[in-house]
């Protein structure tokens, strides 16, 4: 049964109409990624779909009693607010301090309870929300670029933790990214936005579609200079990968398409 | 030794106390000091018209304060420019009500009662009252607290765990008019910020949790308006500032404490 599905969602800020006739369902444990450029209506969709946004028109239907894991994008919290690990985990609901542990040790933050929030880096904040998220039980975990400010061994360790979450829970995943060279690899699905759905589909069968070759012309080559970047990363090599054979070819035939 | 009247003015200022600390904390975490500020300023209007009208000074503080509020929350939500919108109300509304508590005849007014409150001259009805606004806004905060805490976190997360941030909004602010109308009497309209402010800013140094952050607030307040009655009757000071400056000091001690704590 589908988790969540939007209908010709509409949505406008402030005068501006941001997402116009999106549709879109979530089946269980799928990984769906959203796609595009700024201010393409990306985040704006997590939020209808949260219902934090309101809607102009369309509408949202859940499953009945559909659980919800969100992970913001980013989490300001007032220097004045002093705040452990422990009590951040169980707002609004209460958790046990066996779940507390067991969920923080998932997100290798074993240990960590009493811990000052603010005192965080940006990676442990990430895992802390991911960890309160989770602590929900949810059918869908709903990620706003959760990478931001991660350097790039972060970013790939917190994708890899999120694949292992999503084994585990059998949740499906919801993620927002523009970090399209990760993306592309570990979702079943990948919806390219631009106001409204521009193309989706397999990560394949996207980043070869023409709408999103138009949208993201010198992000492709980017995608994938960083793919064959990723197989022939050599420390001790001494040739200049932007001019290289690897990067070249793709950038050509970027040319063409555009 | 203790006199009555002085027995009164603690009781009063410990029930104050007690209130304004977890508002005040509220205040502080979600930056709405100026919010304060402009509700506790509005009240002087609410004491001209009740003058006028010749009804409660509660009734008036708590009627004005209220829409007050209303009215800055329903600005904010429209994304007014808040800052410059709460300079001007606050300031216009203290203003209004100064000249209309000029027009009120027949008895003479003691502004200086309304602007730095009067606690050492209160009366048993106004120890009950304050004490019925303070448990109220208290069984407020206590019951709302979750809800409460999340919103003031990120009105994004508390949303997405079906907690309605502008109904805590609500809630925070139905209780600020609440205490600006107890704490008139107590600290005056000038001073109802600062002992909601002060005693939430002093226990942040000692707390690592929320809860406890808003338990030593109340404690510090009530130490605060003990040791400020202490001081008016020794040094023959007025009473209401003399419990903000007894607060004010405990800041202080409170922000060395954190200082060495840091560097030590």
């Not at chain 1, 959203?34 to 219902?51: C, D, E, M, Q």
């Not at chain 1, 946004?53 to 220097?79: E, M």
């Not at chain 1, 169980?90 to 040790?105: E, F, N, W």
């Not at chain 2, 404690?219 to 903000?244: E, H, K, Y």
């Amino acid at each position: 049964m589908t988790l969540i599905e939007a209908r010709d969602l509409t949505v406008r800020l402030g005068g501006a109409t941001v997402l116009e006739g999106v549709d879109l369902a979530l089946e269980p444990g799928e990984i769906v990624t959203i796609v595009g450029p700024n201010g393409s209506g990306k985040s704006t969709l997590l939020r209808a779909l949260l219902g934090i946004q309101p809607l102009a028109s369309g509408r949202v239907t859940r499953k009945p009693g559909l659980r919800l894991g969100y992970v913001p994008q980013r989490l300001h919290i007032d220097a004045g607010l002093p705040l452990t690990v422990r009590r951040f985990l169980s707002l609004p609901r209460r958790h046990g301090a066996a779940d507390t542990a067991a969920v923080l040790a998932r997100v290798s933050m074993a240990g960590m309870e009493e811990r000052q929030m603010l005192g965080l880096s940006g990676g442990q904040l990430q895992r802390v929300l991911l960890a309160r998220a989770l602590l929900a039980r949810p059918d869908i975990l709903v990620l706003d670029e959760p990478t931001q400010g991660l350097d790039q061994p972060g970013e790939a360790a917190f994708y890899e933790l999120i694949e292992e979450v999503r084994a585990e829970f059998g949740c499906a995943i919801l993620m927002v990214s523009h970090d399209l060279h990760v993306v592309m690899s570990a979702s079943d699905r990948v919806i390219c936005l631009n106001g409204h759905v521009c193309c989706q589909g397999t990560p394949h069968v996207v980043s070869n579609a023409p709408e999103y070759r138009a949208l993201f012309g010198l992000g492709t080559r980017g995608t994938l200079a960083l793919y064959q970047h990723d197989h022939d990363h050599h420390h001790d090599h001494d040739h200049d990968h932007d001019r290289g054979p690897a990067a070249a070819p793709a950038k050509m035939s970027e040319a063409d398409h555009v | 030794m203790y006199e009555p009247f002085l027995i009164r003015a603690a009781l009063a200022g410990v029930g104050l106390a007690l209130a304004a600390g977890p508002l005040g904390c509220f205040v502080v975490w979600r930056r709405m000091a100026f919010f304060g500020d402009a509700t506790a300023h509005a009240a002087i209007l609410g004491v001209a018209l009740a003058l006028g009208f010749s009804v409660s000074i509660y009734a008036g503080t708590l009627g004005v304060a209220l829409l007050m509020a209303l009215t800055v929350s329903a600005l904010a939500g429209r994304g007014w420019a808040i800052d410059t919108t709460l300079g001007v109300l606050a300031h216009s509304s203290l203003a209004v009500g100064l000249v209309a508590i000029s027009f009120v005849s027949g008895v003479r007014v003691d502004l200086e009662a309304y602007l730095f409150g009067d606690i050492l001259a209160v009366s048993w009805n106004d120890v009950w009252l304050i004490w019925g606004g303070a448990g109220l806004v208290l069984a407020g905060l206590a019951w709302r607290w979750p809800g409460l805490l999340t919103a003031t976190l990120s009105e994004d997360l508390a949303q997405a765990s079906g907690v309605n941030p502008a109904r805590e909004r609500l809630v925070l602010t139905l209780a600020l008019a609440v205490v600006v109308a107890v704490a008139i009497k107590v600290v005056g309209a000038l001073l109802i910020a600062a002992m909601l402010i002060i005693p939430a800013a002093a226990a942040r140094g000692f707390a690592r949790t929320p809860e406890r952050m808003a338990v030593f607030a109340s404690l510090i307040g009530m130490v605060a308006v003990l040791a400020g009655l202490w001081a008016s009757l020794r040094f023959d000071t007025p009473a209401g500032p003399s419990v903000v400056c007894a607060a004010a000091v405990v800041f202080a001690l409170s922000a060395g404490f954190g200082g060495m704590r840091q560097k030590g």
